[in-house]
C-alpha cells in the first residue's frame, strides 16, 4: 500500500469552528508533514514528524495545532481559523528524513467563512 | 537550501518530448535535483531524482551538466494527460531536516 490518505476531502467552518484534518499511511514510514497550499500558488512546509514527534514548526500560527498519536497517524487540529486560512491542506509522508521521496495524499480543500 | 529558477509555463502538443529546465546557480555540493508533478486538487507526486549526468526511469529522464547549476527534465512523447504543475526542487535538507522547498513551478500545458 503505497498510499496517503486524508480526510475529510471538503470542509467548511465558520470561525470560531473546531475541527480536525485527520491523515494517514501504512507504509511505515517515519516521517510526516502537513503543507498548506494556496490557489496556483507550491506548497509551503508547516510542519515535520520525525517518529511522532515533531521536529519543524515553520512558525505556524497556533490557531493550527498538529498531533502525531502514533506512526501511521497525523492530525491537525484547527479552532478560530481566518478566512485566509482557506486552503488545499497536504498530508506527506517519507521513510526517513532527507532527500527520501516524499509521498503526499490528495489534500483537505478547507474553506472558513 | 537553493533557490529554482523555472519558466512560469510550457505549451506543447501530444506525441512531442518536453524539456523543462531548472536554474539552480547556488546549489550545493551536497545537494540532489528532484522533480515533482502536481495535478489540479491533487497532491504532489514524485518524479525523478538525480545528483550527476543522467537519470532515467519509466516516466522521465532527468539531465545534469558537470557544472550542476542547471538541471533539465524530459518528458518523452507526451499526452494530454501529462498537463500540470512541474516543481523542481534542490537540497540535500541539511541536518536531514525533511524541508522540501517547492519554487514556483512551470505549468505544463499540452495540446492535441
Known amino acids: 500500500d503505497t498510499e496517503v490518505t486524508q480526510t475529510p476531502k471538503h470542509l467548511v467552518m465558520g470561525m470560531t469552528n473546531k475541527k480536525s484534518l485527520k491523515c494517514e499511511q501504512h507504509m511505515g514510514h517515519r516521517a510526516m508533514y502537513w503543507y498548506k497550499q494556496k490557489a496556483k500558488k507550491p506548497p509551503e512546509l508547516m510542519f515535520v514528524y520525525s517518529y511522532e514527534k515533531l521536529s519543524i514548526n515553520e512558525s505556524v500560527p497556533s490557531r493550527f495545532s498538529p498531533e502525531c498519536p502514533n506512526s501511521s497517524l497525523l492530525n491537525l487540529h484547527l479552532h478560530a481559523l481566518q478566512p485566509e486560512d482557506s486552503a488545499l491542506y497536504l498530508c506527506?509522508?517519507?521513510?526517513?528524513?532527507?532527500?527520501?521521496?516524499?509521498?503526499f495524499g490528495p489534500g483537505t480543500r478547507l474553506t472558513v467563512l | 537550501l537553493a533557490k529554482t529558477t523555472q519558466p512560469i509555463s510550457m505549451d506543447s502538443y501530444e506525441g512531442q518530448e518536453v524539456n523543462i529546465t531548472c536554474s539552480h546557480n547556488n546549489i550545493d555540493t551536497n545537494d540532489y535535483i528532484t522533480w515533482y508533478q502536481q495535478f489540479p486538487s491533487q497532491g504532489p507526486r514524485f518524479i525523478i531524482q538525480g545528483y550527476k549526468t543522467k537519470v532515467t526511469n519509466e516516466v522521465a529522464s532527468l539531465f545534469i551538466p558537470a557544472d550542476r547549476k542547471s538541471s533539465t527534465l524530459s518528458l518523452p512523447r507526451v499526452s494530454l494527460s501529462d498537463t500540470a504543475v512541474y516543481y523542481c526542487?534542490?537540497?540535500?535538507?541539511?541536518?536531514?531536516?525533511?524541508?522540501?522547498?517547492f519554487g514556483q513551478g512551470t505549468t505544463l500545458q499540452v495540446k492535441p
Open positions: 506527506a509522508s517519507s521513510s526517513g528524513l532527507g532527500r527520501n521521496e516524499q509521498f
Open positions: 526542487l534542490v537540497g540535500d535538507n541539511p541536518g536531514n531536516t525533511g524541508k522540501l522547498i
